[in-house]
Structures are given as C-alpha cells and as structure tokens.
C-alpha cells in the first residue's frame, strides 16, 4: 500500500489540488459577496423598524415586495487553462466584456414575481427591436440602473403591475417595496405612488448582503439556470463553442433570462425573506426550506447539469481549444468576471508555506 505523504504529493504532481486536499484537509473557494463588510449592528433596528411598518400599515406577504439589480456579464468565456510546465504564457482572446443589468422584483409570498427589467446599452437593439420580448427593457449609455430609470420603473411597470395584482386577490390597493440605498435609488426623499398608498422603504447602508431577500440566493439562483441554459444551447449545436458563443445576442439572453426567473418557484422567494422577516419566511429551525425546493437546482430538471459539463468537456477536447473541464465547472458556478476574484495562489506557493 502506498502512503500519502508531503514527498509523495510533491513528487506525483505540485499542482494536484485534490492531493493537497486530501493531505492537509483544506480547499480553495472563491472569495464572493460582501458578508464581512457589513453592519451587523443596524441589522436588528431595521427588522425591528420593518416589521413594525408592516404591521402599521396591515400588510400581508401579498403586499410586500422586494426588488435588486444585478449585472451578467453574458458573453464572457472561461479565463484560466492548464499549459506546460515549460510554457512561459498562455495565449487567449479579447475578453468579452458584453454586459447587461438585471432586476428581479416580487413580493414576499412568492406569488406575484414581476417582469424582468433588463438595462442594456443601447436604447433600441437590433436584436429585439422588432421583437416582443418577455421583459420590461431599457436603454443606458452604461448600462447601469440610474435613479430616473428607477423612478421610471417604479411608476409605469411597478405601481400598475402591483394593483392589477392586488385587485385579483381582493387586497387592499396598498404596498410597500423594500430596496436598499444605492445611488441608482435613494433620493433622499420618500417615495410614494401618486395616491401614496404604494411605498417604497430602503435598507440601511451596508446591510444589503445580510437583510435583503434578493441577495439570499436569489439573483445567484437566476444566473446559475441561466448560464445552465446557455451552456445547453451550445452543446446542442455543431461547431466551435467560442464561435457559438459570439453568435448569441441579446434576444437570446433576454429569452434565456426571463425563463430562468419564471422557474424560481414561490418556496424559494419565501425562504428569502427569513433575515428581513421571519413571519414571511417558510424555513425551518435549520434554515432549510420546508419544500426543500430551495437548492440552485430543482429536482424537475430533466438534465443534471453534471451531464452538460461532461458533454461540453467532451466537446471541448475534440475541438483542441484552450479551455478544460475545470474552467467550464468554474463558469457554471458562477466565476465569470476574473476582474472580481481575488488572485488565486499558485499550489507551488502554498505547498513552500507549508513545509
């Protein structure tokens, strides 16, 4: 029988990652969100605050909504590939920097989720200007949300989409939107609809990653179906996988998107809201969802993901291009900016901190 030991793991492979991991008991994760910068101290007041506004104002989960943007980088390919050890550089592409915003909105029962607003850079694409698409759209020179597309929004897609809804359910024409405070919303002044009897309240600052529902998994939830979608798409077609993906434009990624956000099901959104307000929240003592439907991927799923990646690794193979399993796994799990990772340490580097 063959030992593991430090020689052994240096000797068979210093960039063996599941040697290390097995020897050491360690692994690497990406760094993500933004937990460690937040107020933990504001939090409760503003539950306190919150959920006494909700029970002034009479409100059921119907009636509260929740609302975050987001933005995808829609085009952007894998960055990292394995080379040899005698290799100096690794010789790629432009990197695709197409980008768009997105903000799912829906109230706090799950039963009401509202259109997509997406925020592209252009006021009128091509791709969809002659076609009806299932999302509220919007043009930007940055593609980012400002506080006039905000207004906009909230005033001709968010307070008539509330009270069509609430008159369906024989509620009270009365709703509040929780939002948190970035530049693109807050003014500085309350806002209201115009009879006052829609409100919108904001997050403090600094809290957004601990209180606010959309962030509980939600919008990761959204983008992991859709890159699940889009990755079927390219195996599904003959070609260079780079090539296909340059193809795609922005009808398919609204398409792609709006089907991604009409399978979150209502659970899901329920058990967000269990920071901001319990009562609204279906999770258990062990903050599992009592569907159990919770998860990033939905047990209806009529192909595993697992099975993608294996096609699409397959595919990437046979084609000799620079991309390997690894960096597909790395994309479908949500590394698709490498400007917003922290730089990984090399195994060489960390193996000579160990002995």
Known sequence: M????????LASSLTDRAAISLF??????????????????????FVDKFEKTVRDLGLTSDQVYNAD?????????????????????????????????FMPCANASGTHKLQLLVIG?????????????????????????TKALFHEWFEEEFCPQVRRFLRSRNLPQKALLVVDNA???????????????IKVMFLPPNCTTLL???DQNIIENIKSKFKKKTLLHIVSRDGDISKTMKEMNLNDVVF??????????????????????PLFSTTDEDGESSSGTAGVWEPEDDIP??????????????ENTEMQREDIEDWCAGVDDVDELVSLIRTTELLSTLF
Request: charged share 25%; net charge positive.
């Open 121 to 145: 850079k252009s006021k009128q694409p091509r791709a969809i200007r002659k076609v009806k698409v299932p999302v509220v759209y919007k043009g930007q020179s940055r593609a980012w949300m």
């Open 183 to 197: 530049p693109g919303h807050d003014t500085g002044e309350e806002l209201t609809s115009k009879n006052g009897q």
């Open 24 to 45: 050491y008991g360690i692994r690497m994760l990406t760094v993500t969100g933004e937990k460690l910068s937040s107020d933990f101290d504001a939090t409760k007041p």
């Open 305 to 318: 993901l697992a099975g993608l990646i294996d096609v699409a690794s397959a595919r990437v193979h046979n």
């Open 256 to 277: 792609t998107l709006a089907e991604s956000w009409n399978e979150i099901q209502p659970e899901v959104i329920q058990a967000s809201w269990k920071n901001l307000c």
């Open 212 to 214: 606010q529902p959309m």
């Open 69 to 101: 943007e987001s933005g995808l980088f829609w085009r952007l390919l894998p960055k990292r590939v394995y080379v040899c050890r005698s290799e100096k550089s690794a010789d790629g592409w432009k990197k695709a920097k197409d980008r768009i915003t």
């Open 2 to 9: 063959r030992y593991l030991t430090p020689t052994t793991v």
